[in-house]
T-cell receptor, first 109, second 114 residues
Framework: QQQVKQSPQSLIVQKGGISIINCAYE??????FPWYQQFPGKGPALLIA?????SEKKEGRFTISFNKSAKQFSLHIMDSQPGDSATYFC????????FGKGTRLHILP | KAGVTQTPRYLIKTRGQQVTLSCSPI?????VSWYQQTPGQGLQFLFE???????NKGNFPGRFSGRQFSNSRSEMNVSTLELGDSALYLC?????????????FGSGTRLTVV
């Protein structure tokens, strides 16, 4: 049973556009929702994270929107750049981090 | 500040053999978690060690084991290797147990079983 469902699997966005990745969860005990970015040959790196008492968090061009009642959260990348091309994982914590299956993002130059 | 160091980076083993992977966490981090990453299953939690004790374990067979030393360095061992064990094995360190502030990952060990 997949505890964190992520979509889409892959995404192609034009340079300067907005990239949106969505995640849903079932376990209401989750108390921390990080997003990780992974480049080929590297381990995942923490990008931005949110706790469920906050509806939105913004860091530079990256924004997490969190809807506790719908048990959904999403990552928005504004003004997407070719250097943002990577695999993105949403995740949730319940004493360990549980990851979604990942979204492969490609930004067209 | 040095990051999480995993050795070796690449490994090729034969079915039936065993393998040991090593992880040195960030200085001061006492928790080490291990994940298996494959294209089909994504990132799957193996186990977490804190203060030399396994405090959490994922749904993997007993062939997968680990340990943590007094300096927080950790090793994981896979015995009787199977083709399906081919994966990227990632080590993640955190200050305290339970990943309350997330992890810092190493670059992983790419294990290929032939």
């Amino acid at each position: 049973q997949q505890q964190v469902k992520q979509s889409p699997q892959s995404l192609i966005v034009q340079k300067g556009g907005i990239s949106i990745i969505n995640c849903a969860y079932e376990n209401t005990a989750f108390d921390y929702f990080p997003w990780y970015q992974q480049f080929p040959g590297k381990g995942p790196a923490l990008l931005i994270a949110i706790r469920p008492d906050v509806s939105e968090k913004k860091e530079g061009r990256f924004t997490i929107s969190f809807n506790k009642s719908a048990k959904q959260f999403s990552l928005h990348i504004m003004d997407s750049q070719p250097g943002d091309s990577a695999t993105y994982f949403c995740a949730a914590r319940d004493d360990k981090i549980i990851f979604g299956k990942g979204t492969r993002l490609h930004i067209l130059p | 500040k040095a990051g999480v160091t995993q050795t070796p980076r690449y490994l090729i083993k034969t079915r039936g053999q065993q393998v040991t992977l090593s992880c040195s966490p960030i200085s001061g981090h006492r928790s080490v978690s291990w994940y298996q990453q494959t294209p089909g299953q994504g990132l799957q939690f193996l186990f977490e060690y804190f203060s030399e004790t396994q405090r959490n374990k994922g749904n993997f067979p007993g062939r997968f084991s680990g340990r943590q030393f007094s300096n927080s360095r950790s090793e994981m061992n896979v015995s009787t290797l199977e083709l399906g064990d081919s994966a990227l094995y990632l080590c993640a360190s955190s200050l305290a147990a339970g990943a309350n502030y997330g992890y810092t990952f190493g670059s992983g060990t790419r294990l290929t079983v032939v």
